[in-house]
């Protein structure tokens, strides 16, 4: 009788500690966003918590939390390298202040194009940016797009780096940006992208820079309707979680979350394309002036305070500028 009641024990151990272990492993993670509803980082993030769940049958799950709801993207940041959130969808702006490598991209015209961004991230330039984003605890799945950032005002068109001079301009928290503003003449006024509509509204800065989806779905065209198509920063999104989870994670389960976040780029891309264009003749339609720069080497003479301070600061990154540089 009480070997039956030993082996009885032992089975209710047994039960319970594989119950606990699927718990465990099955644990539910959170995903930050700062997008809206119907954007397309948004519906790929979604995409992505479908397939993971579906690759993995239902071992590895995705909560997404959207439009910012768990905290500014700074914050957002933090979290994830600590390990408060475990997944999140972040500009490289923000984490350039925190990784070296990472603010690599937020050099004004670093890049000559998108095409030339998808490159050098698919090359070595990007492992040593992914190298470097590993070591601050944010491991990257996939690579998001973001298109190309241009200046947008309610005063004039920016035609030539003068128009800059004397405005007051919202960048991202990096002060590289703040840097790019003030060799145009510009007053940098960092804050966060929430406060820019009012801002803008009233009068507390003149302009702002953003892509054409960002610059739509915020209505910043309704306040400031003169669009300069200047390009300065092509700065992709990244899609990444907290090291130490990923180290946690079995070769099978690391290899099924970052398919599902690459597949899930893919869409994200597509769609960037479509809302990219659709944003455009939105705005256009709405009777925003767009003025083109088709010379742009003003602007980046005017840059080389910036690279300089930059190289200054971080002499060992020389190499990766001029590796990306090189990329043809």
């Given at each position: 009788?009480?070997?039956?009641k030993?082996?009885?024990?032992?089975?209710?151990?047994?039960?319970l500690i594989?119950g606990?272990s699927?718990?465990?492993?099955?644990?539910?993670?959170?995903?930050?966003?700062?997008h809206?509803?119907?954007?397309p980082?948004?519906?790929?993030?979604?995409?992505?918590?479908?397939?993971l769940?579906?690759?993995?049958?239902?071992?590895?799950?995705?909560?997404?939390?959207?439009s910012?709801?768990?905290?500014?993207?700074p914050d957002?940041?933090?979290?994830?390298?600590?390990?408060?959130?475990?997944?999140?969808?972040?500009?490289?702006?923000?984490?350039?202040?925190?990784?070296?490598?990472?603010n690599v991209?937020?050099?004004?015209?670093?890049?000559?194009?998108?095409?030339?961004?998808w490159?050098?991230?698919?090359?070595?330039?990007?492992?040593?940016?992914?190298?470097?984003?590993?070591?601050?605890?944010?491991?990257?799945?996939?690579?998001?797009?973001?298109?190309?950032?241009?200046?947008?005002?309610?005063?004039?068109?920016?035609?030539?780096p003068?128009?800059?001079?004397?405005m007051?301009?919202r960048?991202?928290?990096?002060?590289?940006?703040?840097?790019m503003?003030?060799?145009?003449?510009?007053?940098?006024?960092?804050?966060?992208?929430?406060?820019?509509?009012?801002?803008l509204k009233?009068?507390?800065?003149?302009?702002?820079?953003?892509?054409?989806?960002?610059?739509e779905?915020?209505?910043?065209?309704?306040?400031?309707?003169?669009?300069?198509n200047?390009?300065?920063?092509?700065?992709?999104?990244?899609?990444?979680?907290n090291?130490?989870?990923?180290?946690s994670?079995?070769?099978?389960?690391?290899?099924i979350?970052?398919e599902?976040?690459?597949?899930?780029?893919?869409?994200?891309?597509?769609l960037?394309k479509?809302?990219?264009k659709?944003?455009?003749?939105?705005?256009?339609?709405?009777?925003?002036?767009?003025?083109?720069?088709?010379?742009?080497?003003?602007f980046?003479?005017?840059?080389k305070?910036?690279?300089?301070?930059?190289?200054?600061d971080?002499?060992?990154?020389?190499?990766?500028?001029?590796?990306?540089q090189a990329?043809?």
């Amino acid at each position: 009788m009480k070997h039956l009641k030993r082996i009885g024990l032992f089975v209710a151990t047994v039960v319970l500690i594989i119950g606990f272990s699927v718990s465990v492993q099955a644990k539910e993670w959170r995903g930050w966003n700062i997008h809206v509803a119907g954007y397309p980082n948004t519906v790929a993030m979604d995409k992505f918590a479908e397939l993971l769940s579906e690759k993995s049958g239902g071992k590895m799950t995705l909560k997404m939390y959207h439009s910012g709801t768990l905290g500014s993207q700074p914050d957002a940041i933090e979290q994830v390298r600590i390990g408060g959130l475990e997944i999140g969808n972040f500009n490289m702006g923000p984490i350039g202040p925190i990784v070296p490598e990472a603010n690599v991209v937020s050099l004004p015209f670093i890049f000559k194009d998108v095409d030339h961004m998808w490159r050098v991230l698919d090359g070595e330039a990007g492992k040593m940016m992914e190298a470097g984003l590993a070591k601050k605890g944010l491991v990257t799945l996939a690579w998001y797009d973001a298109g190309a950032r241009s200046f947008y005002n309610s005063k004039k068109p920016i035609e030539a780096p003068a128009d800059v001079g004397g405005m007051k301009v919202r960048v991202m928290n990096n002060d590289l940006y703040s840097g790019m503003i003030s060799a145009l003449g510009g007053n940098p006024s960092p804050m966060a992208f929430a406060e820019v509509y009012q801002s803008l509204k009233t009068g507390v800065v003149d302009g702002a820079e953003n892509n054409w989806p960002s610059y739509e779905s915020t209505g910043h065209y309704e306040v400031a309707p003169i669009y300069s198509n200047s390009q300065h920063l092509i700065i992709p999104e990244i899609v990444c979680i907290n090291a130490d989870v990923w180290k946690s994670l079995s070769p099978e389960d690391q290899k099924i979350l970052k398919e599902a976040a690459q597949e899930s780029a893919i869409l994200q891309r597509d769609l960037w394309k479509k809302r990219e264009k659709a944003s455009e003749e939105k705005v256009l339609a709405a009777g925003v002036k767009l003025n083109e720069i088709p010379d742009k080497s003003a602007f980046q003479a005017a840059m080389k305070p910036v690279y300089d301070k930059y190289l200054k600061d971080n002499p060992d990154l020389k190499p990766l500028v001029e590796l990306i540089q090189a990329t043809p």
